[in-house]
């Protein structure tokens, strides 16, 4: 019996799926030096599939980006959205952002690789700079809030901001130099935030 077209679409779907996650681990590899044929290779498809989805390599590339803002920005909304203090807030999103680095570390270093593309088309780059932008305004609130609720420690917005990217910064780096080693040990999320918040008390 002849596959039906919602069938074919699901196929199609995947397909494409599979391809974009073979590329993002290429891309993290090898940056811009990546080539369309290791990308079809890591995703065990031929050489001309990839061409089916994305017409050009500059394209299948756009679509990585896009579809890792769309992904962060999903995670950064559910931890904001979900309601509570300040401090519960901040704890989320840390952890969440912790735990993505430690789950999909080539994730990450793709989108460093995109970053340092001086070929992006201007919007894809002012997408990459206006997220950006949003996930260290979002940060910086929750700790200035935190703050006035005496859940997140005293010290200068600004100079807790950039600690606490520093370090996710160096959990991307490390997390994906040394993703197939058992020997180091990802922190979780909790030694992080022990950085920032005040111990709760309890009644």
Do not use: C
């Not at 080539?35 to 995703?43: G, Y």
């Not at 995109?114 to 894809?124: E, M, V």
């Not at 859940?151 to 997390?175: F, H, K, M, T, Y």
Request: charged residues 25%; aromatic residues 6%; positive net charge.
């Amino acid at each position: 019996m002849p596959r039906t077209e919602a069938a074919n679409e699901q196929i199609r779907r995947e397909t494409a799926s599979r391809i974009l996650a073979s590329a993002r681990a290429v891309y993290a590899r090898k940056g811009g030096a990546a080539t369309v044929a290791e990308i079809a290779k890591e995703a065990g498809v031929s050489q001309g599939l990839p061409y089916r989805y994305f017409r050009t390599k500059q394209e299948l590339f756009r679509s990585l980006i896009q579809g890792i803002l769309h992904d962060q920005s999903e995670s950064t909304g559910w931890a904001q959205s979900s309601g509570g203090s300040p401090g519960e807030r901040f704890e989320r999103m840390v952890t969440n952002m912790v735990e993505l680095r430690r789950m999909s570390p080539e994730l990450f270093q793709a989108f460093h690789q995109g970053l340092d593309r001086r070929t992006l088309p201007a919007k894809l780059r002012q997408d990459i700079i206006q997220h950006g932008q949003r996930v260290r305004l979002t940060l910086r609130h929750l700790i200035e809030e935190g703050q006035a609720t005496g859940e997140i420690v005293e010290g200068n917005p600004d100079q807790l901001l950039v600690a606490l990217l520093a370090i996710l910064e160096g959990l991307s780096r490390i997390g994906w130099a040394h993703s197939a080693s058992e020997e180091v040990a990802f922190p979780e999320a909790k030694i992080v935030l022990r950085m920032f918040l005040r111990e709760r008390r309890t009644p």
